[in-house]
Every structure is written in structure tokens, then in C-alpha cells.
């Protein structure tokens, strides 16, 4: 098992940077395929971005593409995401996630914890 604490949410007006960090402990952050997930007042749960075990591979949906980049410092035990270009449509809650089974989804349902969300706004 591994808890996850994410950090690094605020204000931010539109074009602006910001980056998240998702700090874990008790467990070895490498066993885990690792997420960030947004959610909008009103929405469901969407994926942002993930990154594989050792950071080889990485996905993003394709409205962050270019902008998003998400990386992980096993050491550090810690998981990044950096968000250039912020847009008000990228306001939400994020949540980091993590998923023993390495399943790939982009669906939460197989992350198997969760951190307990920072809130990022974009202002226009």
C-alpha cells in the first residue's frame, strides 16, 4: 500500500504554468503504473495523464497533449505534472493515482489509491 499527497494547485490566469507534485510513502513508488486524474464540479472523473513503472512510457488525453507533461522520480518518490498553456477548461480538482496492476486503463476504476486532490483554477 502507498499514500499519496498531492500538492502545488492554486490560481493561475490563462496561459500560465503551474506544476503538481504527488509525494508518496510507504510503500516503493516503482511497483506502481502512476496517474493524474481531473475533476470538474458537475463531472466525472476524467484522465490527464500517466507514466509506466520506470517512466518509459507515458499517455496523456489529447486536450493536454503538448502542454501536460507528466514524469516521476522514483527516488524522490514522487510524481510530477507540469501544466504549460493552462486553459479555464483545465480547472478541476487533480488527483494522483496509483495502480499496482499496471492495467494502462484510462478509466480510474483499476487505480487502487488516490491522493486527496489539489484544486487548480485558470482564470480568463
Known amino acids: 500500500q502507498v499514500q499519496l499527497v498531492e500538492s502545488g494547485g492554486g490560481l493561475v490566469q490563462a496561459g500560465g504554468s503551474l506544476r503538481l507534485s504527488c509525494a508518496a510513502s510507504?510503500?516503493?513508488?516503482?511497483?506502481?503504473?502512476m496517474a493524474w486524474f481531473r475533476q470538474a464540479p458537475g463531472k466525472e472523473r476524467e484522465f490527464v495523464a500517466r507514466?509506466?513503472?520506470?517512466?518509459?512510457?507515458?499517455y496523456y488525453r489529447d486536450s493536454v497533449k503538448g502542454r501536460f507533461i507528466i514524469s516521476r522520480d522514483n527516488v524522490k518518490n514522487t510524481v510530477y505534472l507540469q501544466m504549460n498553456s493552462l486553459k479555464p477548461e483545465d480547472t478541476a480538482v487533480y488527483y494522483c493515482?496509483?495502480?499496482?496492476?499496471?492495467?494502462?486503463?484510462?478509466?480510474?476504476?483499476?487505480?487502487?489509491?488516490w491522493g486527496q486532490g489539489t484544486q487548480v483554477t485558470v482564470s480568463s
Open positions: 493515482a496509483a495502480d499496482e496492476a499496471n492495467s494502462g486503463s484510462y478509466s480510474p476504476d483499476p487505480y487502487d489509491y
Open positions: 510507504g510503500g516503493t513508488l516503482s511497483r506502481y503504473s
Open positions: 507514466i509506466s513503472r520506470f517512466g518509459a512510457s507515458t
